[in-house]
């Protein structure tokens, strides 16, 4: 099996900023400011930091050092159209990274945008809804087949294709498509909708996917929460499930040298999210129950959640790339359909493993 591996890092800044080219009446136009979160992705080669497993150490301070730029700044004062994609390429400009494949700028907890290394920036908003429902195809007994219900979260996915000139795709244009769907959802049993009569989440957002695209052609993927830790999305072919659990863990780095404070013991909260890739079951309406999940991936949880991962057996060190890694070919031999982990230390601040050749990358 072959591994590839992500660095992560993320860093907060508050700014202000106006965004002149927009209509008079726009909200953005008025100067206003936002708490934000930059967040990077990165193909690092080897050797990249000053010791391995200080990828994600280092990743963060060269991006702190950048945003360290922007923090309590006029945005026009940096860039003439300070947008969330502008800023996005402006970081990407200033960052001396060697393999970046992603950089977000999130404004709000409910909108950003994600730039790809191939340039193509995904414009994203969060939408949530208030509902009902009952899996009626599901074995007798099982708690997902009794009437229950959600605070369900969508995010739409846009391709942003102008270079953040022309802001058709921007966050309000979201919000107008959304608010039908909002009003056909919200405070509803979804069973009673045409087309939701197993309302899973893989089938609401394909569901979402077919009604969406017409309207939206940049449309490039759905993503549904069912719960705050799992959910799918889909991009018009594929379907991709996650599951998310945070860990309670002690470490330290043995490559560390003995006066970096990486090299004591220490700990994390971590948060692990394990995505799952499988065909869509047509009858079960899902492509692997969460449930299931859950349960196949519990003896390795229960070895990783408080307890010291360095003593971990075939874990060549406790940083997260290793670690993530680890993980992944562990939970496969339960769960092959496990073909990518994600493992953050502290908020964005991580690795990303991944088996074989990974689709587009989800949001940051």
Known sequence: MSLSTLHTASSGFEAARQVGVLPDAHRARRLHGHSFMARVRADLPANWGPYPGAEVK??????????????YRLLNDVLPLPTDENLARWLRDQLQVPGLEQIGIQSTADQGVDLDRHDQAHVWRRYRFESAHKLPNVPMGHKCGRLHGHGFEVILHANQD????????????????????????????????????????EVLAGWLWQRLKGVLPELSWVTVYETGSCGANFNGTDYRIWKELTLDSALFLREAPADDPLSHIHGHTYTLRLHLSAPLDTVMG??????????????????????PLHELPGLTDCDAASLAHWILKEAR????????????????????????????????
């Open 286 to 307: 899902w492509t692997v129950d969460f449930g299931d999940v859950k349960d196949r991936f519990n003896p390795i949880f229960k070895a990783l959640d408080h307890h």
């Open 162 to 201: 102008a270079g953040g000139r022309d802001l058709s795709i921007d966050y309000d244009h979201l919000d107008a498509i959304w608010a039908p769907f909002h009003y056909q959802l919200h405070h509803k049993f979804l069973n009673a909708i045409e087309g939701l009569e197993n309302p899973t989440s």
């Open 58 to 71: 280092t990743l963060t301070e060269q991006l702190q050092a950048c945003t360290a730029q922007l923090d």
């Open 333 to 364: 031999k339960t769960l092959p359909q496990v073909d990518r982990v994600d493992l953050y230390e502290t908020r964005g601040c991580g690795a990303v493993a991944v088996a074989g050749q990974d689709g587009p990358m989800l949001p940051i």
